[in-house]
């Protein structure tokens, strides 16, 4: 159903704070064809931007779902850690021809080291490729976001687009600064106040505001 692979977005821009207002509502399908993860949502779910809990005062994320959206088709984008995981209790196993290999993801790992760990456990080329990153930054069904979402932007005169928006309100860029230079100066949250490219698409001026990168 091509319905369900457009993610409705209802949000204003701010240019005094640089955040986003208004509420997104997703299936949360996999856009790309040819992915190798297909599922999504049965019904779609509505989210208000930002959400209640962010909406005054800073609050920690959640290590385990939702902490925004991809803004251009409405894919989760979970923090950089995993759910902890134990796949012999879970009957799953991470590599193609040996079922008696098991890997454990401890909570509190990010998805990096479980990828990691997950590779380390298989032989060379044996692992399940579902349970790793694809080359887009996510995972997962419904498909989810861990990383770097690198299919999700371009370049504008060498600035990251904008690729989402934090349930804060927040913009959320990919992982480049003008010139394509890696930003040195991110708070512990990975934003920073710096300038951002005009975007006629979602209404968003240049300005000097504050903002969220992506990193690998």
């Known amino acids: 159903d091509e319905t369900k692979l457009i993610a409705t977005q209802r949000l204003v821009y701010d240019t005094t704070t640089g955040k986003m207002s208004g509420s997104v509502t997703t299936y949360n399908c996999v856009h790309r064809p ?3 993860f297909i599922g999504g949502l049965s019904t779609c779910q ?3 931007i930002p959400d209640a809990s962010l909406a005054t005062t800073p609050n920690g994320i959640s290590t385990s779902g939702r902490v925004g959206f991809s803004i251009n088709h409405g894919r989760d984008i979970y923090s950089a850690f995993e759910n902890s995981f134990e796949e012999e209790n879970d009957r799953k196993v991470p590599c193609k021809n ?9 909570s509190g ?5 479980c990828n990691m760990h997950l590779l380390s456990t298989c032989d060379m080329g044996d692992h399940q490729s579902s349970f790793l990153l694809d080359s887009c930054g996510g995972h997962g069904e419904p498909y989810h976001y861990h990383g770097d979402l690198a299919c999700e932007y371009s370049l504008t005169d060498g600035h ?23 930003p040195n100066d991110l708070d512990a949250c990975n934003g920073h106040v710096n ?10 001026k240049s300005g000097s505001v504050y903002h969220y990168h992506t990193t690998d």
Do not use: H, W
């Open 109 to 113: 790992m990010t998805m990096q080291q």
């Open 98 to 106: 040996n079922e008696t290999k098991f890997a454990k993801c401890a």
């Open 160 to 182: 990251s687009s904008v690729t989402g928006v934090a349930l804060d309100g927040t913009l959320i860029y990919g992982k480049f600064e003008f010139g394509e230079n890696i």
């Open 195 to 204: 300038l951002v490219p005009e975007d006629s698409t979602y209404d968003i």
């Open 34 to 36: 040819g992915s190798r």
């Open 46 to 48: 509505m989210e208000i």
